[in-house]
């Protein structure tokens, strides 16, 4: 494979994977909108909402590869790796979200402590648990989905979903 089908290739992972968590987080943005709206708090995130797209479909595509994202993936039946997985790869995006407060807390104090302290302080807890619990389900449905392509074949799963009835008894 040469390098431009390697870059191909790569931007075509990420960006099917980048594509299914922007329709979760921008769901999950169009539910927080008028809930925030009923308190006259005036919401707009859809930047910050790709840029933790991108990095999550980042992580999870390298967290596919290593061992820590394929441990149970043959040893367990399919829900466990789904369940293991999706735990995973929420804990890994919290710890990135967590070292970015932490990151932009330290401009703000002096030292690693008080930058923890401080972006704790900021913390609402009740918005990141249910931020978490938003990413964690996204995560399953992720990883439901990527089970049963895994298992019907490389392709068969978008051929079920995008093509015709007759198109895909023709296949088979």
């Known amino acids: 494979m040469s390098f431009i089908e390697k ?3 790569e931007l075509k992972e990420v960006g099917i994977v980048t594509l299914y968590f922007l329709v979760c987080f921008g769901i999950l943005l169009l539910l927080k909108k008028p809930f925030l709206a009923e308190y006259k708090v005036e919401f707009n995130a859809l930047s910050a909402a790709v840029i933790g ?3 999550i479909g980042k992580v999870v595509i390298i967290l596919d590869k290593t061992a820590i994202g394929n441990r149970f993936r043959q040893s367990h039946a399919a ?3 789904v369940f293991y997985r999706s735990l995973v790869y929420t804990f890994f995006v919290a710890l990135v979200v967590a070292a970015e407060k932490v990151f932009h807390a330290s401009h703000e104090t002096d030292g690693f402590v008080s930058a923890v302290l401080h ?5 609402d807890i009740n918005h990141f648990w249910a931020t978490v619990i938003g990413v964690f389900l996204s995560f399953v449905g992720f990883n439901v989905l990527s089970t049963i392509n895994r298992h019907l074949g490389k392709g068969e799963l978008v051929r079920l979903f995008f093509s015709t ?3 895909r008894k023709a296949i088979r």
């Open 7 to 9: 870059v191909k290739h």
């Open 53 to 55: 797209v991108l990095v």
């Open 165 to 167: 009835a007759q198109k």
């Open 79 to 81: 829900y466990v790796d």
């Open 119 to 123: 972006a704790l302080e900021k913390t």
